[in-house]
């Protein structure tokens, strides 16, 4: 798939998956959903929700995972938060320009785009937090988010192939 095809699913994922609502009752239910999801595939992964203000609403760590991987969780939430747009996007859109978070000024120790940060929205648009995943292969960390929303919210969307080279 073309990059720029890349990019419109990652856009049209982004409409589809929106909250209705979105407050510490519904981080908890998504947040179970999103471990029951790791601990039944038994994926050595690192979950968060977080609120648009960076606080955490819900964390889980599987065995197999590390510090480090806070630390990535941290570094995709800060990219989400200042581009308000996926992590992947933000990774898609950087190398159809050839660029990195360098030339927007960003410290890459603070800010990384890679797959696993994705935007909670309210249906008018609103960013109010940001869904996190840490431990796969980036296209990966991004597909299980996609697929945690998808069921979360009962939509259907479309799925990038996590085979891509991108």
Same mark, same amino acid.
């Given at each position: 798939?073309?990059?720029?095809?890349?990019?419109?699913l990652l856009m049209e994922q982004e409409k589809s998956l929106r909250f209705s609502r979105f407050d510490a !009752?519904?981080?908890?239910?998504?947040?179970?959903?999103?471990?029951?999801?790791?601990?039944? /595939?038994?994926?050595?992964?690192?979950?968060?929700? /977080?609120?648009?203000?960076?606080?955490?609403?819900?964390?889980?760590?599987?065995?197999?995972?590390? /510090?480090?991987?806070? !630390?990535?969780? !941290?570094?995709?939430?800060?990219?989400?938060?200042?581009?308000?747009?996926?992590?992947?996007?933000?990774?898609?859109?950087?190398?159809?320009?050839?660029?990195?978070?360098?030339?927007?000024?960003?410290?890459? /120790?603070?800010?990384?785009?890679?797959?696993?940060?994705?935007?909670?929205?309210?249906?008018?648009?609103?960013?109010?937090?940001v869904a996190l995943a840490s431990g796969l292969p980036h296209l990966e960390d991004h597909a299980f988010l996609?697929?945690?929303?998808?069921?979360?919210?009962?939509?259907?969307?479309?799925?990038?192939?996590?085979?891509?080279?991108?």
């Amino acid at each position: 798939m073309e990059l720029q095809q890349v990019r419109g699913l990652l856009m049209e994922q982004e409409k589809s998956l929106r909250f209705s609502r979105f407050d510490a !009752n519904t981080a908890w239910a998504l947040g179970k959903l999103m471990a029951e999801k790791v601990l039944g /595939r038994g994926l050595a992964l690192s979950v968060a929700l /977080r609120s648009a203000t960076g606080h955490t609403l819900f964390q889980f760590s599987a065995d197999g995972t590390a /510090r480090n991987n806070q !630390n990535w969780m !941290n570094r995709k939430l800060n990219a989400v938060l200042l581009m308000e747009k996926s992590s992947l996007a933000c990774y898609v859109d950087a190398k159809l320009k050839g660029e990195g978070v360098e030339r927007h000024g960003l410290d890459p /120790r603070e800010y990384v785009f890679c797959g696993g940060g994705f935007p909670i929205r309210l249906t008018g648009g609103e960013l109010v937090g940001v869904a996190l995943a840490s431990g796969l292969p980036h296209l990966e960390d991004h597909a299980f988010l996609v697929d945690c929303l998808s069921e979360f919210l009962g939509v259907r969307t479309m799925r990038l192939d996590t085979d891509e080279d991108i």
